[in-house]
């Protein structure tokens, strides 16, 4: 089967063209028509096309939506599409997102479209539709599952808006016993030039032995409409590998948004031990034990620093290590000396370095430790919450500084990590930040401090100081081996019956319940793939939060290597060479939160943004201090010098106030 019948209309060739009308064009002294830079989102509420809304929202790309099961909703007529400007005429979307090829239930409003679209060169996406000769295809050849198909991108994907991928696309197959994707295979018609038809194979795949176009572009009647022949959602893999594609294709590569694939983990508790679970009791020493029970503590040793430095080395990521400089300072007031310590210390220009306070100590709430679950101490006679003073609190950030000059480790100083991420609110303990905190940290100079992600995932304000919440991985911080690993990962999530802790019984809505995984493989075969799964989810979802771990599972089994290089491997599989996962510290992290926070807030409140492409020139005009999200091809010029940082074979960056940019071949 052809997959390339006649070269595509590349996205630096369409910046060339302008994408502008197909009649007589207006005098040289005249201005051209105007695209503005926002898209046009039809929803019927199916999960392929809500699929595509979310990404141009996770990339910060401004849409409107128009659902088609909303009796109030506005008719798609000429004047809701285009109108005219300065005696110029204007299309209001620069891209156009269907459910499927022809969704209206009246066909006047999908020729006005048509119209439309050929008019101005608009682009057009059905999300998810069945193969015939209205989209330039054959009857499939296949319909059904198609779970785990391995399918490829073709030399013309990668020539045009895919060319950030590598390798193969997967389609998940996370349940045997659940269909989770569902699509057809098919061959594309001929191409007919005299007729002006054309078909360009984007994604194949095979099936039972039968092979058929999953995605491409249908050329017709002066219109382009990217065909998806299958079903997905947003979480799914094989949706988060051709996402940004997508955008990119839609709206030819120029368009307000800013994505990069994060990846940062942070490695909590350097320096001190951690308790370790107990296989025999399924409970932690110091923590939930009940009893006497007893296990030894776990510690990173000198040859796990020097493994530390060649794993970053050689997989070419840095590690961010939270540190506690009492647990140095505890092991040489013990046993007169600490190894550790002098090993990281000799290889400390070699790694990251975030304060996690000096000894770890618990910021929120004052503690009542005899009771299971802790309870905050209250005041006797007034019955309000005790917490832990502004004194003590900045006394802990400074003194783990003072620690670190001492032995000439360099840190942003403006980092923190608090010890369980106390101070800021737990449920149901301590439901309030403790008022200390903020003013304390100020006072310490702290403008970042990591949260939870699980608990609260969005970014908070803490009077000058912002929260960077955290993703945590399922490698547990009481556990240095695999077994330890999967001893305790079968008592969280199996039943009672099972010898489980009955969790997943007692909450279904968040926790579903397992069959006990083998001790001797469990890890690699169920934990490691599962995590990675989410963890890629994260990365592909333009998702700056970091990751979190702890030092104990980079000594003894060294587990936390395990899945990172699962997660490393299948990210570069798929994903081109400048395409890699952004690894930045946490200050940059919370700052390019507060940046999506401030842009998402903007599009929602209306603010006074436009942008828009005409004569060759894109221009934008925000609010002053508004930091706006521009994404634009490679070799687009900003004065006379470059735009923007190269990344995934396009450039992107934030500008403020008015820009200008020039596209190549403008």
Not at 147 to 175: H, I
Not at 368 to 377: A, F, K, Q
Request: with cysteine; aromatic share 8%.
């Amino acid at each position: 089967m052809s997959v390339l019948r006649r070269p595509a209309l590349s996205v630096l060739g369409a910046l060339a063209a302008a994408a502008l009308a197909l009649g007589p064009q207006p005098p040289a002294s005249a201005a051209g028509p105007r695209v503005d830079l926002r898209v046009l989102v039809v929803t019927d509420g199916g999960a392929s096309v809500s699929a595509v809304a979310d990404q141009l929202k996770a990339e910060g790309v401004p849409h409107t939506t128009v659902d088609l099961r909303d009796s109030g909703r506005p008719v798609i007529d000429e004047a809701f599409l285009s109108d005219t400007v300065d005696g110029a005429p204007r299309a209001k979307y620069q891209a156009v997102v269907l459910p499927n090829a022809a969704p209206f239930s009246n066909t006047a409003e999908m020729t006005v479209l048509a119209d439309y679209e050929k008019r101005f060169g608009i682009r057009q996406l059905d999300s998810y539709v069945y193969p015939s000769s209205t989209v330039g295809m054959n009857t499939p050849g296949y319909s059904g599952n198609l779970d785990g198909t391995t399918a490829e991108v073709t030399d013309a994907g990668r020539g045009d808006a895919f060319r950030y991928l590598r390798g193969p696309v997967r389609f998940d197959d996370n349940a045997a016993d659940v269909g989770e994707s569902y699509g057809f295979l098919a061959t594309p018609l001929p191409d007919d030039p005299a007729a002006g038809t054309s078909f360009q194979t984007f994604l194949t795949g095979t099936v039972q032995g039968k092979t058929g176009t999953l995605g491409g572009v249908y050329n017709h009647d002066g219109r382009s409409e990217l065909v998806l022949t299958f079903s997905a959602n947003s979480d799914q893999w094989q949706f988060r590998t051709i996402g940004h594609g997508i955008v990119t294709w839609l709206t030819k590569g120029v368009h307000l948004g800013y994505s990069r694939n994060y990846f940062g983990v942070h490695v909590d508790d350097v320096f001190l031990p951690d308790s370790r679970w107990s296989t025999e009791d399924d409970c932690t020493p110091g923590e939930d034990c009940q009893g006497p029970t007893f296990t030894e503590e776990i510690r990173m040793k000198p040859e796990d620093v020097a493994f530390a430095d060649q794993w970053q080395t050689q997989r070419g990521f840095a590690l961010d290590l939270a540190f506690n400089g009492d647990g140095s300072d505890d092991e040489i007031r013990e046993k007169g000396g600490d190894p550790l310590a002098d090993a990281f210390v000799a290889a400390r220009g070699k790694f990251r370095w975030v304060n996690h306070t000096f000894g770890h100590a618990f910021l929120g709430c004052q503690q009542d430790l005899r009771i299971r679950p802790w309870t905050c101490v209250k005041d006797p006679a007034t019955g309000e919450t005790l917490y832990v003073g502004a004194d003590d609190i900045k006394k802990e950030v400074t003194k783990n500084i003072d620690w670190a000059t001492a032995h000439g480790i360099s840190l942003d100083t403006d980092e923190l990590v608090t010890g369980e991420h106390s101070g800021l609110r737990i449920l149901p303990q301590q439901p309030d930040d403790n008022p200390n905190l903020a003013p304390a940290l100020a006072g310490a100079g702290v403008r970042w401090t990591a949260g939870d992600a699980s608990r609260e995932s969005g970014q908070r304000e803490l009077g000058s100081v912002r929260t960077v919440p955290r993703h945590p991985l399922s490698v547990f911080f009481n556990v240095a081996t695999e077994a330890e690993e999967v001893d305790e990962y079968n008592y969280i999530y199996t039943r009672r019956a099972d010898g489980g802790s009955g969790l997943c019984e007692d909450h279904p809505d968040t926790t579903t319940c397992i069959t006990p995984l083998d001790p001797a493989t469990g890890f690699t075969s169920h934990i490691v793939p599962t995590d990675t799964r989410i963890t890629l989810s994260h990365i592909l979802g333009n998702d700056p939060r970091p990751h979190y771990a702890h030092q104990s599972n980079l000594t003894e089994g060294r587990i936390l290597y395990t899945l990172l290089d699962r997660v490393l491997a299948d990210y570069r599989a798929v994903f081109a060479d400048d395409t890699p996962v952004t690894n930045v510290p946490m200050s940059a992290a919370g700052a390019e939160l507060l940046r999506q926070d401030a842009w998402r807030a903007a599009l929602k409140s209306g603010a006074d943004v436009t942008a828009h492409l005409q004569d060759g020139k894109v221009t934008v005009r925000a609010p002053g201090g508004l930091d706006v999200p521009v994404t634009m091809p490679e070799g687009t010029r900003e004065g006379g010098a470059p735009f923007g940082r190269a990344y995934a074979g396009e450039r992107s960056d934030y500008r403020t106030g008015d820009v200008t940019l020039t596209p190549p071949g403008a």
